[in-house]
């Protein structure tokens, strides 16, 4: 006797079921201890910033449990990938996966002290046509929203391209123009003077979400489940202020 090909799928996909009813009862009841091995990925960035805390606290808290951290600026296939959760910042992800929207991603013009110094000073939107821009990949415009509901479109000169905000950042902190960064990824270099916000109360028009994505047909382990409420939290917490 042999199994039918129907039979032998039927298989595997009961396997999967034994499987996943062993990953849920792999919590201990008792003491709450999490076991078990998640894989997580995040734009490079926002990863090491805002990802890498949340799996520092996570394994300290959690012995038994392990994590894989893909940080990458490419966008991963999370089933061929076996990623269980990922960060993404965009507008329209898969609709085959689970989205859980956590803030809003505002986008901010920003410029070192030195630089502002030794150019015409910027008192409208209308100055950044004057201005030196660093622009991310393929960008030539900064398309522009005030707090108040007023719209812009600016052509910045454009002295520097680069595919990568790190590339940006150091740029704009060595005086070379005025980049379009996160609130998140230049907060601290605000706090501490490294760059000046310009024009403050406008903002990127379409700024993109943050957000947690997770393969709508693979099964949740408890530990994937954990690490994904604290990771919201602590994003939501961190990022509030950005918001406002």
């Known amino acids: 006797m042999s199994l039918t090909a129907s039979g032998a799928q039927k298989l595997i996909e009961a396997r999967s079921i034994i499987e996943a009813a062993g990953k849920l009862t792999s919590r201990d009841g008792e003491n709450g201890v999490l076991t078990g091995h998640i894989v997580v990925s995040a734009p490079s960035r926002l990863g090491e910033k805002l990802v890498a805390p949340v799996v520092v606290q996570f394994l300290k808290k959690h012995p038994d449990a392990s994590v894989d951290l893909h940080f990458t600026d490419s966008i991963q296939n999370l089933e061929q990938d076996k990623v269980d959760i990922s960060v993404r910042v965009g507008t329209e992800p898969p609709d085959h996966h689970y989205i859980r929207r956590i803030v809003t991603n505002k986008r901010i013009l920003v410029a070192s002290q030195t630089y502002l110094a030794s150019r015409a000073p910027i008192k409208s939107v209308t100055d950044l046509d004057e201005h030196d821009g660093l622009l991310l990949g393929r960008t030539s415009i900064w398309s ?7 719209t812009h479109v600016a052509f910045p000169k454009q002295r520097l391209r680069a595919i990568t905000g790190d590339v940006l950042l150091s740029m704009c902190k060595a005086n070379l123009g005025i980049a379009l960064k996160s609130i998140w990824d230049v907060r601290r270099d605000l706090e501490n003077g490294k760059v000046i916000q310009v024009l403050p109360g406008w903002f990127q028009a379409h700024s993109s979400d943050i957000m947690l994505v997770t393969p709508s047909k693979k099964f949740v382990s408890p530990t994937a489940f954990a690490f994904n409420h ?15």
């Open 230 to 244: 604290m990771l919201t939290d602590y994003l939501k917490s961190a990022l509030r202020h950005d918001n406002q």
């Open 144 to 150: 522009l929203i005030h707090q108040d509901g007023q």
